[in-house]
């Protein structure tokens, strides 16, 4: 069953957003580890685990809204059936 056009899309676009950020920020933990911890300043790492908490928090409700649809889509099946 193809859903188009439907709050699941929107749901997998926002996951996809949050594991984009998320990734984003793991990668400049990364380089940052690597580069050492003399040229890290600590207001960076703040601002980097608040994008990977930022990312999380979306792939989140991306997963909630794909989860009501998918329970909305259920419903509606059940009551027409």
Do not use: H, Y
Request: overall charge negative.
């Amino acid at each position: 069953m193809e859903i188009q056009g439907s709050g699941f899309s929107a749901g997998l676009g926002a996951i996809q957003s949050g594991q984009r950020m998320i990734q984003q920020a793991a990668g400049e933990i990364a380089r940052n580890t690597v580069a050492g911890a003399e040229s890290q300043q600590p207001a960076d790492l703040t601002t980097i685990l608040l994008a990977l908490e930022a990312g999380k928090v979306q792939a989140e409700a991306g997963s909630m809204v794909a989860k009501a649809t998918d329970q909305m889509i259920g419903s509606l099946i059940d009551t027409f059936a």
